[in-house]
């Protein structure tokens, strides 16, 4: 074990106390679903809304953490699950900092979200699946990827030739292919606020 030799320090400052100060219950918006699907979209105008009510928050969205802490992972099954894993951590210690945290990630394995949100404390977690039906997402097609994939250039493409769980019962079912942006995100805001996350 790569821990034996090192010791968990107790902090001055904790985490209810930050939280106290910025006058919200920190949590985090787990976005999950299919590339183009709106999780990045989505998550950005709710971060938006949050950020001009004075909340404090974060956002850690796929392409650009793939650029720098993930720059050394993949696609494959394996690199995706450390992918997950490594922003679960972060995303702790983000919530332990007193954030509203958002991730927008497609995280296509049930037993990683579930990881995810094993790491935190009861309430802290909340699922939002981004549900659009593949066929919408492929005539989005924001970044031109379902056709790479369709034409072979790129492998492993989630709900191609790479899986994508459901969320079974996630907390919050997002319709992007009903409800237009501005919809979806207050969907999203009025149900942190119904929760009591925004005090
Ligand atoms: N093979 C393959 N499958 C899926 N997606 C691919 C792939 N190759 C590159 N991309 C681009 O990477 C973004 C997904 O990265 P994530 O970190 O969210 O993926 S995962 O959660 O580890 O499965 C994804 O971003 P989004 O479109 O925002 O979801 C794509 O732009
Ligand atoms: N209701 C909606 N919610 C989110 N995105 C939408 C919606 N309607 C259309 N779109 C479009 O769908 C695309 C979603 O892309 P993106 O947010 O990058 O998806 P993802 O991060 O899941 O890959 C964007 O071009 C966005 O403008």
Redesign the pocket.
């Given at each position: 074990m790569k821990t034996e030799n090192t010791v968990w320090h107790q902090q001055q400052v904790i985490k209810t106390q930050r939280a106290e100060q910025k006058k919200q219950r920190p949590c985090l918006l787990w976005?999950t679903?299919?590339?183009?699907?709106?999780?990045?979209?989505?998550?950005?105008?709710v971060d938006a809304l949050l950020f001009e009510r004075g909340h404090h928050t974060y956002l850690l969205?796929?392409?650009n953490v793939r650029h720098g802490l993930n720059g050394d992972l993949g696609f494959s099954d394996e690199d995706r699950v450390e992918n997950i894993r490594r922003i679960s951590e972060v995303s702790k210690l983000f919530i332990d900092a007193g954030l509203i945290v958002s991730t927008?990630f497609?995280s296509p394995f049930k037993e990683d979200r579930a990881q995810a949100r094993a790491l935190l404390a009861e309430g802290e977690f909340i699922e939002v699946f981004?549900d659009?039906p593949i066929e919408v997402?492929e005539q989005?097609d924001?970044?031109g990827l379902y056709k790479k994939a369709r034409a072979g250039e790129i492998k492993d493409f989630t709900g191609i030739d790479s899986a994508y769980d459901m969320p079974q019962a996630p907390e919050l079912h997002?319709k992007?292919?009903e409800?237009?942006?501005e919809?979806?995100a207050l969907q999203i805001v009025n149900y942190l606020a119904e929760q009591g996350y925004l005090a």
């Amino acid at each position: 074990m790569k821990t034996e030799n090192t010791v968990w320090h107790q902090q001055q400052v904790i985490k209810t106390q930050r939280a106290e100060q910025k006058k919200q219950r920190p949590c985090l918006l787990w976005y999950t679903g299919l590339s183009g699907s709106g999780k990045s979209t989505v998550a950005n105008a709710v971060d938006a809304l949050l950020f001009e009510r004075g909340h404090h928050t974060y956002l850690l969205d796929g392409d650009n953490v793939r650029h720098g802490l993930n720059g050394d992972l993949g696609f494959s099954d394996e690199d995706r699950v450390e992918n997950i894993r490594r922003i679960s951590e972060v995303s702790k210690l983000f919530i332990d900092a007193g954030l509203i945290v958002s991730t927008a990630f497609i995280s296509p394995f049930k037993e990683d979200r579930a990881q995810a949100r094993a790491l935190l404390a009861e309430g802290e977690f909340i699922e939002v699946f981004i549900d659009t039906p593949i066929e919408v997402c492929e005539q989005r097609d924001p970044k031109g990827l379902y056709k790479k994939a369709r034409a072979g250039e790129i492998k492993d493409f989630t709900g191609i030739d790479s899986a994508y769980d459901m969320p079974q019962a996630p907390e919050l079912h997002v319709k992007t292919a009903e409800q237009d942006i501005e919809q979806c995100a207050l969907q999203i805001v009025n149900y942190l606020a119904e929760q009591g996350y925004l005090a």
